[in-house]
Structures are given as C-alpha cells and as structure tokens.
C-alpha cells in the first residue's frame, strides 16, 4: 500500500497529515506512527495527523503524540487542516471534528493567516481532570522560583506557570516532571508564560508526549485563559512563542476562544506501507 502525505506546521509546530479518507486507518499502527514521526528514521513532525471520514463535519482530525498517545486538540494542525481543506472544498471555513468535539476554521482576510474557534475552556478540577480536588487557580506543584500555577482545559489539558523570565526556565528539565506529576492522571502540557503587558505574553512550551515544540495553538489558548483568569491581561491578547505570534481572543459572549495565525506547507510525499 502507498500513502501520500502533506508535511505542514504553524510557527514550527510541524505535521505529517494522512489523508485515510479512502484508506483503512488502522494501517497507522502506533509503531508505524512512532516511527514516521521519529526526525531521523521518519518524516519527523511534533504530531502525526490522520484525516478520517465523519458525518458531523467535513472531515475527522486524529492526533497522534510522538509517542503514539493520542491528543484531544490541537490548534496549529486545525489551522493547518483548515487550510487544505479550504482549498479543496473552494470554501473560506471548514469544519473539523475531533474526539473533543467540533473545530471551526476560517480563512482570515489577511493573506496566510487563519483562525480557529476552539470552544469554550473548563477548569473544574474534575475537567483537568486532576486526580484530587484542587483549586485550579492556585495549584499546589511547587517548583524552585515559580509564581502561580493555573489548570485549564481547552479541549486537552494545560497547566500554566507564570514566571519573570521565560528563557531562564530549564523547560527540559521542569516540563517532564510536571506533565507526570501524580496530580495529572492523563499526563498534561505545562506552559511557562512572562506577561509583557496587558495585550502581550511570552510562553514556552512542553507538550505532552511530544516534549519541547516551538509553539502550541492549544497552550497558546490556555494561557490567555489563565492570565484573565489571573488577572494579568486582556481577553485578547498576542501570545510570542519560540517560532512566532499567535493572536488569542477569548470571546466573553460566546466563552469560545478564537486563535488566529499562520500555516505553510513544507513538502508533499509518498510512502509505502509494508502489510506482510
């Protein structure tokens, strides 16, 4: 069996997208998907994206981890996603589903740029979820140097620290220990974060089961939910990552949050799937 792809990525967040609309899934093993993502006997990406057929929309988004695990959301690749399909379809928003639910997608008028609806956050500590009743606005993982800790969920789960210099932060050391902390019985991502002003934010980012990445849409999305929950910016403001900006509105009449930014296509491939 041969299988085209299409490499894509949102600020450096990178994606090796399957389109399995007309092929069986189940070819994409968790062995086969640990190996394609690997950057040096694969394609090499942060996640592994499978388009699958849906009545609910135009097209089912899978994520997968670099390590095989599945991932609720994803904003980068629903930007990325939306693109092609956009194109494909010759329409300016697309639909995407996902096993959090729907995601919108909309081509920006802006040139290169598109926005995604990624629906309303949650924080209860049952949502996180947390293994234990928490406030989540306050969590209880000290860490040498660290100010307050806030858990959200935008459709997978976030912890988010707020720190006074994000570049000091040892992200490789710090963002493992956090995302197997016992607290978190589905693991989390853990985003540090420097407010810059109030319509401005630096964040880094450890994303779970891919490590360190240069930008997340999702985590991107929690921290502005964190920092208004805090108290400390805007409702929109523009979120700086490792491989560009991301501009977060979290919309107080509809409690959705809209995440607007770019999406380029690296290269398109083809590979042949062993079935023996």
């Known amino acids: 069996m041969t299988l085209s792809f299409i490499k894509m990525h949102g600020l450096g967040n990178d994606f090796a997208i399957f ?3 007309e092929n069986d899934p189940s070819v994409l093993t968790t062995e086969r998907i640990q190996l394609l993502a690997d950057r040096k006997f694969g394609i090499g ?17 899978r994520i997968f981890n670099t390590d095989g695990s599945q991932a609720e959301a994803c904003g980068n690749a629903a930007r990325c996603v939306g693109a092609l399909l956009c ?37 209860d500590w049952e949502d ?45 050391e710090w963002g493992p220990a956090v995302e197997n902390h016992a607290l978190f019985p589905e693991r989390t991502n853990v985003e540090f974060v420097e407010i810059l002003s109030r319509k401005e934010m630096r964040m880094r980012v450890w994303e779970r089961g891919a490590g360190v990445t240069r930008a997340c849409g999702s985590g ?3 921290s502005l939910v964190a920092a208004v929950r805090a108290g400390k910016t805007s409702r929109k403001a523009d979120v700086v990552l490792d491989g560009g900006t991301l501009s977060i509105h979290w919309d107080e009449d509809s409690n959705a949050i809209f995440m607007t930014g770019p999406v380029a296509e690296v290269f398109r491939g083809e590979l042949s799937i062993d079935m023996s």
């Open 19 to 21: 389109d399995m609309r």
């Open 45 to 61: 990406c942060d996640q592994f994206i499978v388009l699958e057929t849906t009545d609910k929309a135009d097209v089912f988004m």
């Open 87 to 123: 194109e494909e379809l010759g329409k300016d928003e697309v639909v995407l589903d996902t096993i959090a639910g729907l995601r919108y997608a909309k081509k920006d008028a802006q040139d290169g740029l598109f926005t995604v609806n990624m629906g309303e956050p949650r924080w």
């Open 128 to 172: 996180i979820p947390l293994s234990e009743p928490q406030d989540t606005s306050s969590l209880a993982l000290p860490l040498a140097g660290m100010q307050q800790a806030l858990a959200v969920n935008v459709g997978n789960p976030h912890v988010v620290f707020f720190v006074d210099n994000v570049t000091q932060i040892p992200l490789e």
């Open 220 to 222: 991107a999305c929690a």
